[in-house]
């Protein structure tokens, strides 16, 4: 078992800056690739980045490519996401969530752990 527990969520202009973190416990989290994903005010949940077990690969949606960056310090067993030139449309609960399989992945369900979700509004 992995748990996760996002914060660093809010309440945020935009154009402004957010970083989410993502702490980990329990079996070893540097064993599994982690993903981001956000769920929109009644859309279905949706990727947004991954990361590789060591780092060294990551991939993101189309729509947050220069603006959102991925990273995870498994010293700290924490994972996180900067968020830059945030937008409205970025509005969301926010998830971290492991997988423990490769390649990295884009589907919900493929990831086994998966936080409680962080709050990100982002106003006009």
């Known amino acids: 078992q992995v748990q996760l527990v996002e914060s660093g969520g809010g309440l945020v202009q935009a154009g402004g800056s957010l970083r989410l973190s993502c702490a980990a416990s329990?079996?070893?989290?540097?064993?599994?690739?982690m993903g981001w994903f956000r769920q929109p005010p009644g859309k279905a949940r949706e990727f947004v980045a991954a990361?590789?077990?060591?780092?060294?690969?990551?991939l993101y949606v189309d729509s947050v490519k220069g603006r959102f960056t991925i990273s995870r310090d498994n010293a700290k067993n924490t994972g996180y996401l900067q968020m830059n030139s945030l937008k409205p449309e970025d509005t969301a609960v926010y998830y971290c969530?492991?997988?423990?399989?490769?390649?990295?992945?884009?589907?919900?369900?493929?990831?086994?752990?998966w936080g409680q979700g962080t709050q990100v509004t982002v106003s006009s």
């Open positions: 969530a492991a997988n423990p399989k490769s390649p990295l992945n884009t589907v919900v369900a493929a990831y086994d752990y």
């Open positions: 329990g079996r070893t989290f540097s064993l599994y690739n």
């Open positions: 990361i590789s077990w060591r780092g060294g690969s990551t």
